[in-house]
DNA sequence: ATGGTCGCGCAGCGA
């Protein structure tokens, strides 16, 4: 199975068609999105399905968005969090079950600065996200257990723009980035609490202490170009099926032509064949 | 030279 994820940066006009060109090349099984700033009535689902995938969409309008595409079934999608909460007034959260993974889209807050209200509404986020893997647990078993090691662990996929570098070589220059937001150790820390949950971080394990892999450069000064870029677009798979990871991409081409987004499309390929059946799934 | 570019949507903010 081909898990990716891509934030778009809208999915409008010509992103479509791009985001489209790439479905047809790539052939995801999954493909989660992010920042489609486009209403759920203005989605392209028609276009998707005729390319072969189904999705679920959470929208919102102008701002934020995330969707789900798949080829491999799409079931009990939950938009937002289902951790028993208030609901989250930003579209920034989908869930559902595909191939009997339960994945989700997810676009963590950027922050704005350190010391912000949105850089703690960030780290709010990001602790209400593990709250959210660990409750969302469905009934066919394409849950999650709180213990990784457990029977019947279920198959789990946290996919999209987490707004933080986990390492500094997942920085272009770590100097460039004092101060700034999505490198501090508090982002960081709460990022490892999503992931002390059993996730790990797929890509980096096919690429262990390679540095300049990156999937975000921003627009100005050319940043593409002279590769200052970021690594905040992670697939974070659990044990069983980041155990049996067999390639990780970024694919840099497709930040590259005409009205591209400014991140690039991650994906990493699983050998479902080889995931363990580690017992009872829960009935 | 201390900026630069996108997106949305039509001013200026957010990333």
Not at 72 to 77: A, C, I, K, M, R
Not at 79 to 86: I, M, S
Not at 197 to 226: I, N
Not at 232 to 252: E, G, H, M, N, T
Request: negative net charge; proline residues 7%.
């Amino acid at each position: 199975m081909r898990i990716a994820t891509w934030n778009v940066n809208a999915l409008t006009g010509e992103r479509i068609e791009r985001v489209l060109a790439w479905l047809d090349m790539a052939r995801p099984h999954v493909l989660c999105l992010q920042e489609t700033k486009v209403s759920d009535d203005a989605f392209p689902a028609l276009d998707f399905h005729a390319h072969g995938y189904d999705s679920v969409h959470h929208g919102q309008g102008r701002w934020n968005g995330v969707a789900i595409l798949s080829r491999v079934g799409l079931d009990d999608p939950v938009a937002g969090f289902a951790d028993g909460g208030p609901p989250d007034p930003e579209a920034r959260l989908v869930t559902a079950t595909c191939g009997g993974v339960r994945v989700s889209s997810v676009y963590v807050p950027n922050g704005r600065a350190v010391g912000h209200e949105q850089y703690h509404h960030k780290l709010r986020w990001l602790a209400r996200l593990r709250a959210h893997v660990l409750a969302d647990v469905r009934p066919e078993g394409t849950g999650w257990l709180p213990d990784p090691d457990g029977p019947g662990g279920g198959l789990r996929a946290v996919c999209g723009d987490f707004n933080v570098a986990p390492e500094d070589i997942d920085l272009w220059d770590p100097a460039a980035f004092e101060g700034a937001t999505h490198v501090t150790p508090e982002e960081r820390a709460a990022l490892a609490e999503v992931m002390a949950t059993g996730l790990r971080d797929a890509f980096r394990e096919q690429h262990p202490g390679a540095p300049k892999l990156f999937s975000w450069w921003d627009y100005r000064a050319g940043a593409f170009h002279k590769h200052q870029g970021m690594r905040i677009d992670l697939v974070l798979l659990s044990p069983r099926l980041a155990d049996q990871a067999r390639c990780a991409l970024i694919d840099r081409n497709a930040r590259k032509g005409r009205k591209p987004s400014d991140h690039a499309p991650v994906f990493v390929d699983v050998d479902l064949s080889a995931v363990s059946h580690g017992g009872d799934a829960r009935g």
